[in-house]
Structure formats: C-alpha cells, structure tokens
C-alpha cells in the first residue's frame, strides 16, 4: 500500500520559516510528479507546488519567491522550505504524488495524497 506521508508542520510567526517533509513507503518506482497543495479552512484546496522528478519545479504566484520545493533526484522524497511566511500560509498542507503525466495543477489528476500538516502563521 503506497502511503505519503507530511511532517514538519507547526506554529510560527508572520516572517519565520518552516520545512515540510513528504515521505513515501510502499512504491516502488519513481513518481512523474510530486507536488504540495494546501487548504485553509472554510476554502477549496489549492495548488501550491509541484516537482517533475527531473526536478524542474513550479510554484504558485502566491508563494513564488518565498517557497522552496525540492526533491533528491530518484527518490520519493519531497520537501518544501517555506520562508518569509504571512498569516495567509495559514492552512493544512498536502503531499500528493502522479505516477504519469505532466499537468500539475489539477488535484484530480493525482494517484496519492498524504493526509497532511497543519501551518499556523500568527501575525
């Protein structure tokens, strides 16, 4: 059973930083995307990043500038430094994998989703 799984979520203040980790156990391959989406509460989730396991990345307007997808290239692995953070980070932030494909933005295009963690951004 393939399973994500996001840590490092918390608590910080408006202009600290924090790194998530997405971790994969039971797959064996490589994922053609893995990317992080977010949901705060009360709003529909949405794209965040995505990585192409070339590792070419892509980021939402939002964040650009301020986040950091990363993954080690051939592993299932991803991470998200998250810097100059603001109250509007504020939500749960999902890992999700593709197995095939390049669109990236479309949730329902992805095969694995994590069950996420909790950012709070005071200010």
């Known amino acids: 059973q393939v399973k994500l799984v996001e840590s490092g979520g918390g608590s910080v203040q408006a202009g600290g930083s924090l790194r998530l980790s997405c971790t994969t156990s039971?797959?064996?391959?490589?994922?053609?995307?893995m990317s992080w989406f977010r949901q705060a509460a009360g709003k529909e989730r949405e794209w965040v990043s995505s990585?192409?396991?070339?590792?070419?990345?892509f980021y939402a307007d939002s964040v650009k500038g301020r986040f950091t997808a990363s993954r080690v290239k051939g592993e299932l692995t991803l991470y998200l430094q998250m810097d100059s953070l603001k109250p509007e980070d504020t939500a749960m932030y999902f890992c999700?994998?593709?197995?095939?494909?390049?669109?990236?933005?479309?949730?329902?295009?992805?095969?694995?989703w994590g069950q996420g963690t909790q950012v709070t951004v005071s200010s």
């Open positions: 039971g797959y064996n391959g490589l994922f053609a995307l």
């Open positions: 990585t192409r396991s070339s590792g070419t990345t």
């Open positions: 999700a994998a593709r197995v095939a494909g390049a669109s990236y933005v479309d949730e329902d295009l992805y095969n694995y």
